[in-house]
């Protein structure tokens, strides 16, 4: 298994346009996380999944946001009507989630550049 | 809401020297707790976590943590830093029955001058 993948990479728009970002997590992982991280700041929790089933989202994800994992697999992100403030790097991270204490270990995927013009 | 301070943005020491990133957590329950590291155009890599048992962790790399409940704290150490362990480091919490979401402090760049 290659890790978890994010595509694309970067990502250029024009304010108000429609962005959509896809994560495909390590193949046996039930669980998939999203979260943005902003220039000097630490990554900030956006939602995430336990196999297809959306199980929380932030007070960060407004309703421009919206994510899916339809078949418990890979993941998309998509942001209506960006705005500036949504340049970000995006990042995905999957887990195996099971009986043991504690959540499992997650695994980012190396993120995608939004940058909103 | 819990919350993750991480004392000091940039942290600077010589090589062979120790290396002590700082780490607190506001929580009325321990949660479970994490450091990750962010290399330069690479993705974020677990060094090592808390959830149960022993305080004192080791990890990747010859870093050590330790839980103390009473200070609330999981400060990162190393003995003798080494050049390559230049990076961002990044403090972390996951509260208890809450689907293992991470709440990142907001991170300590560590430079190390030879």
């Known amino acids: 298994d290659t890790g978890v993948s994010q595509d694309p990479r970067h990502k250029i728009t024009k304010r108000g346009q429609n962005v959509t970002f896809r994560c495909d997590p390590i193949?046996?992982?039930?669980?998939l996380y999203w979260y943005r991280q902003t220039l000097g700041q630490g990554p900030e929790f956006l939602t995430y999944f336990q196999n297809e089933a959306q199980l929380e989202k932030s007070r960060l994800l407004s309703d421009r946001f919206s994510a899916e994992r339809p078949k418990g697999s890979f993941s998309t992100l998509e942001i209506q009507r960006t705005e500036q403030g949504d340049s970000a790097m995006y990042l995905c991270?999957?887990?195996?989630?099971?009986?043991?204490?504690?959540?499992?270990?997650?695994?980012f995927g190396p993120g995608t550049r939004l940058t909103v013009l | 809401a819990q919350s993750v301070t991480q004392l000091g943005s940039h942290v600077s020491v010589s090589e062979g020297a120790l290396v002590l990133l700082r780490c607190n957590y506001s929580s009325s329950v321990p949660p479970y707790l994490f450091w990750y590291v962010q290399y330069p155009n690479q993705g974020l890599q677990l060094l090592l976590k808390y959830t149960t048992g022993a305080t004192l962790v080791k990890g990747i790399n010859g870093f050590e943590a330790e839980f103390k409940k009473s200070e609330t704290s999981f400060h990162l150490t190393k003995p003798s830093a080494h050049m390559s362990d230049a990076a961002e480091y990044f403090c972390?919490?996951?509260?208890?029955?809450?689907?293992?979401?991470?709440?990142f402090g907001q991170g300590t760049e560590l430079s190390v001058k030879p």
């Open positions: 193949s046996e992982h039930n669980r």
């Open positions: 991270a999957s887990s195996l989630a099971g009986w043991w204490e504690g959540p499992g270990e997650q695994f």
């Open positions: 972390a919490v996951s509260p208890r029955n809450q689907g293992g979401k991470l709440i």
